[in-house]
Every structure is written in structure tokens, then in C-alpha cells.
């Protein structure tokens, strides 16, 4: 039996989370200004802490181009453009050691991938700074240091429990939004 990569784990081990997280979003009508605007209102309340929280738990020593991978100012440009405060944040999350935060990092970095695919939706005229810029190699290299860094057992663990916490933050802060009625 091949062994499992740290990258194949942690897609496993968040399938379900993802997928839910998919589930929220996919609601939003991106062709829509008002839709649009609560969909990176719910992306920021989100994103931005957890951006903060990896930069408190040292990514940018673990991660030498940190500074190129950070979108927060994107998302709040977007927000400005479109009128918008940025909002308070969905929650707190705090990474602890190099596994969290790769665990942390794997899911933001992969909604930058998303956010490449939902941007063909998006009308030509709102603001997409958030939505763009993916960088495959950064992607590749970043997969590439999942499965060297994230060498037992115990690391890969503190990892997926790290990027479940995301995925839930995200949860919650995509759930609150439609409760408020922006979405649908």
C-alpha cells in the first residue's frame, strides 16, 4: 500500500468541511453587486483573522514568501470599492507550531485557488483583487512542504485539526450571512 502524502491526508481529512463550506457559498449569485459584496463580506470575516492568527504563529519563518501569499488588503480594497466597512470578524483562531500553521496556510492558499475559478463569474467591473493572483508554483511548492514538514503522525494530526478550525471559521462566518438574509 503507497503511503499517504500529508497533501492527500489533509484533502481527506477535510472533505466534508469543504465541501459544506462549497455548499454555503455556491449560494451567492457573484453576478449580483449586493450578493457579491456580502460573498467578500463573509470571505473577509473569515480570511483576515485567520491571515492574522498564521502571522502571530510565526508563518512568515516558515513560509519565506509570507508577504506575497497575504490577501487581507486585497479583500479590504474590494470591500472599499464596493462601499463596504470591512466586518467584524466570524470568530478567533490561533495556530500553535510549524503543523498548525501549514495546516492553516493549506486551506487559505487553496481558497486562492477557488477564488481563481469563482472569478470567471464575477461581472468585469467589480472589484476582484481577492479573487486573482494565483500563483501555481507557489501552490506546488507549498504542497511540496506539507509532505516534508509534516513528517509523523502527530504533526499531520495538529495539521488537519488546524485546518478543520479554518474550514469552521469559515463555516460560521458563511452561515451568518445567510441567516442574515445577503445571500439568496
Avoid: C
Avoid at 30 to 59: N, T
Avoid at 81 to 105: N, Q, S
Wanted: hydrophobic fraction near 45%.
Amino acid at each position: 500500500m503507497p503511503e499517504t502524502t500529508a497533501r492527500s491526508l489533509l484533502r481527506a481529512e477535510t472533505r466534508d468541511q469543504h465541501d459544506q463550506v462549497d455548499r454555503i457559498f455556491s449560494q451567492v449569485r457573484l453576478d449580483d453587486r449586493r450578493e457579491y459584496g456580502a460573498f467578500l463580506s463573509a470571505q473577509a470575516a473569515a480570511h483576515i483573522p485567520v491571515e492574522g492568527a498564521l502571522a502571530a504563529g510565526g508563518v512568515a519563518t516558515i513560509v519565506p514568501d509570507w508577504d506575497a501569499r497575504q490577501r487581507g488588503d486585497l479583500i479590504r480594497a474590494d470591500l472599499a470599492a464596493l462601499g463596504l466597512a470591512t466586518p467584524e470578524p466570524a470568530g478567533t483562531i490561533a495556530f500553535d507550531g510549524e503543523a498548525a500553521v501549514l495546516g492553516g496556510l493549506y486551506v487559505l492558499e487553496g481558497s486562492r485557488l477557488g477564488g481563481t475559478m469563482l472569478q470567471r463569474s464575477v461581472p468585469a467591473d467589480f472589484p476582484t483583487r481577492f479573487l486573482g493572483g494565483v500563483d501555481s508554483a507557489a501552490w506546488r511548492s507549498l504542497l511540496q512542504m506539507l509532505d516534508v514538514r509534516l513528517d509523523s503522525a502527530v504533526k499531520r494530526s495538529v495539521a488537519v485539526a488546524a485546518a478543520r478550525n479554518v474550514f469552521a471559521l469559515f463555516e460560521t462566518s458563511g452561515q451568518r450571512f445567510v441567516r442574515i438574509g445577503h445571500f439568496g
